[in-house]
DNA sequence: GTGGTCTAGACCACA
DNA sequence: GTGGTCTAGACCACG
């Protein structure tokens, strides 16, 4: 059946998902400046061709917008920013009861298990 | 900034992981052969080698064991197995609830976001 | 008959065996760095790969750490070295009873011949 | 230093030493018939000429003598069983001794650990 | 430089 | 056939 093992993903995925994050996360904010491409590229130690990438698909998803000549900022469009947090926050739920399930646990098992170490800082019910 | 990019888990891991989740899941059983070096080798198209090292790994760790002669099988040893389907259980969880306070998201969403997928869809297959 | 003849210890496991003893007897000491994988080949005449595989074994019992890039080094641990002391010296006692018993050797006569070396001879060098 | 790694024992000296462990723990006593070279290679499935080296070998220590034409008998000269199994003792007691000195352990230590295995178990073969 | 992984192919021991 | 060990030589990531 199986066939052969992930080599990893693409580094501009990995740069994406990463930036992502951070504007989801807060850490960058509407309307912020991404690091120039150049900048990006030496303080990641990547190629800037590998940046230029990451930022075209970061776009494509309408998360930041290019201004020629001024930079890239993250969008202030705030139903972009809210589905982009709520597809990424299903996307990881998805995945993670997908992996669950095909290990064996049931539900009940996964609240279960989810419950104890989400205790002490969350509620339940 | 702190860290590069993931260059993907070794191959022997990657399979190590694959071969565990099959056990954990019932998929293979206590007592049952896993394919031989050889032949899992050919079908994961990597070095026998390679697959030695994956089956040694999981032999330290107790969940199979190695007959000279014989083959690999899962351990029958129960409590083994037990600890193993946990430990694996726990390594999901912890790392999904990472992910997770990464993404800016607090454990109350998390619980809400994940209960939709677990009571409100009956998310089986 | 029960057993044929001992084809030796693998080499990875003697070489090990006498690190293991390097350290226990303070030979090498804790942070202390060993030979990089390709010296202790070179000086060993083993292959690489021989010596990874001991210093990986050595690594997962914690008596040594490897540090990508810089080398691998004694453990500075002092529960772990402790309890590896105590190990390697139950092992050889074991061991050591155990022939002196398949000879046909009685514990008094043992205990007796032991002392005469101990203390009789005050065997030091 | 090191050198090389042994590639164990030739056979011939393992047989050796079981044989005089056999007659030195009585298993093998004054006067008995070893079996024929043939039959012992049949037995011990080696080389018959190895087994003929084996028993030149424990000839030569006066430990056994052939007999043209009936075969090769454990002596009965006392004197010689008394001091071989004198010696097979004290080169087990003097290895031990200095492996474990070679490991850091003191004198006290040594028959400290070797006096938990001793009392705690008693002896039984 | 360091350690870590992987392949290719060999030989051994066990059954 | 099985798993286990070893060599030779390659490439990668880290620093």
Same mark, same amino acid.
Request: hydrophobic share 30%; no cysteine.
């Given at each position: 059946?199986?066939?052969?093992?992930?080599?990893?993903?693409?580094?501009?995925? +990995?740069?994406?998902?990463?930036?992502? /994050?951070?504007?989801?996360?807060? %850490?960058? *904010?509407?309307?912020?400046?991404?690091?120039?491409?150049?900048?990006?590229? $030496?303080?990641? *130690?990547? &190629?800037?061709?590998?940046?230029?990438?990451?930022? /075209? %698909?970061?776009?494509?998803?309408?998360? $930041? @917008?290019?201004? /020629?000549?001024?930079?890239?900022?993250?969008? @202030? &469009? %705030?139903?972009?920013?809210?589905?982009? /947090?709520? *597809?990424? *926050?299903?996307? +990881?739920?998805?995945?993670?009861?997908?992996?669950?399930?095909?290990?064996?646990?049931?539900? %009940?098992?996964?609240?279960?298990?989810?419950?104890?170490?989400?205790?002490?800082?969350?509620? &339940?019910?």
């Amino acid at each position: 059946m199986a066939d052969t093992f992930q080599s990893s993903q693409p580094i501009y995925l +990995q740069l994406a998902d990463r930036l992502n /994050r951070q504007i989801v996360s807060g %850490e960058l *904010k509407p309307g912020d400046k991404l690091p120039s491409v150049r900048e990006m590229a $030496v303080s990641s *130690k990547v &190629n800037p061709n590998t940046v230029q990438r990451t930022y /075209r %698909e970061l776009e494509a998803s309408g998360i $930041v @917008e290019s201004r /020629r000549g001024q930079g890239t900022f993250v969008t @202030e &469009n %705030e139903d972009i920013l809210f589905s982009t /947090r709520e *597809k990424l *926050k299903n996307d +990881q739920i998805e995945n993670f009861i997908q992996v669950m399930h095909d290990m064996g646990y049931e539900n %009940e098992e996964i609240q279960a298990g989810l419950r104890l170490y989400l205790e002490g800082g969350g509620h &339940n019910d």
